[in-house]
């Protein structure tokens, strides 16, 4: 897949509403290659993996192009280890909401109890439906980029997050 990806992010209220709401759940595990310009992403998805190149957003964080290709499992395995500061581990847990697919992420390791939600959209003015457990846009914050939360982990700064978030 390649492209231009817009998409959302959103706090997600704590109490776990989002797990009885999922038709679907999965465990990832991703790293990031150092890289200029763009983001370089290794994610192994249960028994998938994927090579992901992400250009830089010029409008806030909603936009950017983005490359996608499947790798095996033992290619995926090999550039892990070329991965910096480690790797993300979270459950991803997929929610419907009217006509769109929710991507509910639950952090683990030193971002634990970070729990986010994406949605993708055809462009960038496309209406969507907020399932009650959505809380505040956090698009274009820096913190919540998954690549970020390697050098600077939730653990961190998790205490300016709202309490009812975290």
């Excluded at 964080?61 to 996608?68: I, K, M, T, V």
């Excluded at 991965?83 to 390791?109: P, Q, T, W």
């Excluded at 993708?120 to 457990?133: C, I, Q, R």
Aim: aromatic letters at 10%; glycine letters at 10%; proline letters at 3%.
């Amino acid at each position: 897949m390649s492209g231009l990806e817009i998409e959302r992010k959103f706090l997600v209220k704590k109490g776990g509403a989002y797990k009885c709401a999922a038709f679907s759940s999965s465990h990832i595990q991703q790293g990031y290659i150092p890289a200029d310009g763009a983001t370089v992403r290794i994610r192994v998805r249960d028994d998938q993996a994927f090579l992901t190149i992400k250009s830089r957003s010029v409008d806030g964080g909603l936009s950017r192009y983005e490359f996608e290709k499947e790798i095996t499992l033992d290619e995926a395995q090999h550039l892990l280890k070329l991965c910096r500061g480690g790797v993300i581990d979270k459950h991803r847990y997929l929610v419907k909401s009217g006509s769109h697919v929710f991507e509910v992420d639950e952090f683990h390791g030193d971002n634990d109890g970070l729990v986010m939600a994406e949605v993708e959209l055809g462009n960038n003015a496309e209406e969507y439906e907020k399932p009650d457990f959505i809380g505040p846009e956090v698009t274009g914050d820096g913190r919540f980029y998954n690549s970020n939360l390697l050098r600077y982990p939730y653990s961190v700064w998790k205490s300016s997050v709202p309490e009812e978030y975290r």
